[in-house]
């Protein structure tokens, strides 16, 4: 059967925008609806049943699943305990095996200029109680997801990187899958001295590395100076 989209000359599909929206909306319903039925704590359940908030949706639609494809791992008002034994409610905990990451939607109005004192101490006192017990956080602000799309998705593939690893590509060996990885994780761009740290190779093997997924187009050369020549994913493999 033919596929839906196009692929590119590394072997990417990539599927036409209306195919990921109805796509979307599909697998939404039913991750919610699931995550629904199974939940036995009434409070949490109450609050999945009112819905999410605007902007946990927009970042859904408009940047996770563009960027990862699914909601494995993913759920929505995950209710945690406070130094004070209160609950708290992460907009979405990300939590494969037995990681633990929290992903924030902060609307402008919770971060202007005269946000209330006491709601500014207890959003600083809340990232302050994930950090101690060893969550990965993540904020993210409305305005990014809808002016800066493409580096959420950047943000949202390392996110995930710290917990997980990226499928490895059939066209590519141990060393090439291991640098686009490692190019992921990073979101900046970075020289082929970095990459032979990480590899634990000398940097001409690095270098030649480099210039292999650039040929595949797995990589662009940001600096085209060669002394301080850089590397990084191009940009399709954000979308």
Not at 32 to 40: G, L, M, N
Not at 44 to 55: C, D, F, Q
Not at 232 to 238: A, T
Request: hydrophobic share 40%.
């Amino acid at each position: 059967m033919k596929p839906h989209g196009f692929i590119n000359q590394s072997g990417i599909l990539f599927h036409r925008e209306e195919d990921k929206i109805i796509n979307f909306e599909i697998e939404f319903e039913e991750w919610i609806s699931e995550q629904t039925a199974y939940e036995s704590n009434p409070r949490r359940r109450e609050l999945l049943g009112k819905g999410l908030g605007h902007g946990t949706v927009e970042f859904l639609r408009r940047i996770w699943y563009p960027a990862i494809g699914n909601f494995n791992d993913l759920h929505a008002e995950w209710e945690v305990r406070d130094l004070n034994n209160r609950y708290r409610y992460l907009d979405l905990a990300y939590m494969p095996a037995d990681a633990k990451g929290c992903i924030e939607i902060h609307g402008f109005s919770s971060h202007a200029r005269d946000i209330e004192a006491w709601r500014f101490k207890d959003l600083c006192m809340k990232q302050a109680i994930l950090s101690l017990d060893n969550w990965l956080f993540l904020p993210i602000a409305y305005l990014s997801i809808k002016e800066d799309p493409s580096l959420c998705k950047q943000l949202v593939l390392s996110f995930v990187g710290k917990f997980t690893s990226f499928p490895a590509s059939q066209s590519l060996d141990w060393t090439e899958n291991e640098t686009i990885r490692y190019a992921r994780r990073l979101l900046r761009p970075f020289t082929a001295k970095e990459l032979s740290s990480h590899l634990q190779r000398s940097e001409k093997h690095a270098r030649r590395i480099l210039q292999q997924l650039v040929d595949k187009h797995w990589l662009t050369v940001v600096d085209d100076k060669q002394r301080y020549r850089t590397w990084q994913l191009p940009p399709h493999m954000f979308l």
